[in-house]
């Protein structure tokens, strides 16, 4: 029987403003996607150049994943996504002020140091407002905020367009965005023990045992830290790679590939991205059952990816032999839905390995998704630029998932980081 709370609890509410920022951020990096129609028209930029447009975003977003992660364990949550949200919401407005393909380029370039942050802060936020038995749900809810963002952005910008242009339709998204940053700022705190409305309830749910402030944390041991996560950044490479795909290119997909107008390829885009909203919860829900059921992270973990990714394979596969738009627009949904199915359990194994640098393991892991959407959308485009077909990017795809199945096996979240005893201690003064 699912418990209803009786009221609306502090944590509650820290991961209520994460989903929004989830939604708000891919709001604000995919909607290129839905006006790259029209601004391809008034700029006169090809599908190489409009490929390139999508991955300068990636460029810094891909460095600031782990700059971002230990700027986070540093810092703190609340003032690491309030910079980050100005810098974002900033160039999100200045979008539409752009005059051609260099400047269009800077401020997605802008945009990506803005995001690049967010999600591995937003980790290191819920390593220390949600139990541990409920990081798969976070992770996949919050997530599914983002794949709603993904579905709602086409038919919104689309209605944007129509009243206020494509470059009104980005300032009004980045007045949205400051609104978000205030918000934030004004309620977060990053020691549950400081927050105004937290419980003694509240805190025995989150194991803090004492309204004692948290003691100082130890420098990030980077040198073990780094190859410790590497399968785990090669793992999501190979979810990333897909991930980016779908995200730029779906609406441009269903436009130039299948010839239909800019509101009925963002309504198809849409319909694709909102099985990925059921992915994204499903798939945490099923980790946290499967690991309160056996105990074993590595089975809750490994096994919820392993079968997104051969799924998300499988449907991708399915695209080479059929040319019927209906039944393509069904495997592309499918191939979603399996895809997301790994977000819950994959964000979840950085706080599974390094709880105490999980702002820095997490971006470590999704510097893998950031360098994939560097490279994956501008591929895309060179292919279709090359051979005019809109399916054969596709092929790499399916067999990077079948490759990052396999690659799951090696994460081990079951086995913690041990920080080295000489981390924990101040240096011994030199002899005299």
Known sequence: MIRIPRRVTAPGMVLFLLCLMYFITYVDRVNVGTAAPAIKAELGLTNTQLGLIFSAFAYPYALFQ??????????????????????????????????????????RFILG?????????????????????????????????ARFGNAVTPPLVVLLMAFMGWRGAFVLLGIMSFAWVAVWFFYYR????????????????????????????????????????????VTYFCYGWSLWLYLNWLPSFFKDGYGLDIKNSALFASGVFFAGVVGD?????????????????????????CLGMLGAAACLTGVFFTKELTLIALLLSGGFFFLELVIGP???????????????????????????????????????????????????????????????????????????????????????
């Open 346 to 432: 994959i964000w979840s194994v950085p706080m599974d390995i390094a709880p105490q640098y999980a702002g820095t393991a997490s971006g470590l892991m999704n510097f893998g998704s950031a360098f994939a959407a560097i490279v994956s959308p501008l591929t895309f485009g060179w292919i279709v630029d090359v051979t005019g077909n809109w399916i054969l990017p596709f092929a790499g795809s399916i067999g990077l998932l079948v490759i990052g199945a396999a690659l799951a096996f090696t994460m081990h979240p079951e086995r913690p980081f041990v920080v080295e005893p000489e981390t924990l201690t101040a240096r011994p003064l030199p002899a005299e």
């Open 66 to 107: 782990i700059i971002g992660g230990a700027m986070a364990d540093k810092w703190g949550a609340r003032r690491t996504l309030f910079i980050c949200g100005l810098i974002w919401a900033a160039a999100t407005i200045a979008t539409g002020f752009v005059g051609g393909v260099v400047s269009l380029f800077l401020v």
């Open 281 to 305: 919860t499903l798939g945490g829900v099923m980790s946290d059952r499967i690991l309160r059921k056996t105990g074993d992270l590595q089975k809750a973990r490994r096994n919820v990816i």
């Open 113 to 145: 140091f803005g995001e690049g942050a967010t999600f591995p802060t937003a980790t290191r936020a819920m390593q220390s407002w949600v139990p541990a038995d409920q990081r798969g749900f976070a992770q996949g809810i919050t997530h599914s905020f």
């Open 190 to 233: 990053d020691d549950p023990r400081e927050h105004k409305a937290i419980t003694t309830e509240d805190l025995e749910s989150l194991a803090i045992r004492d309204r004692k402030p948290a003691a100082p944390k130890p420098p990030v041991p980077w040198r073990r830290l780094v190859p410790r996560m590497a399968p785990v950044t």
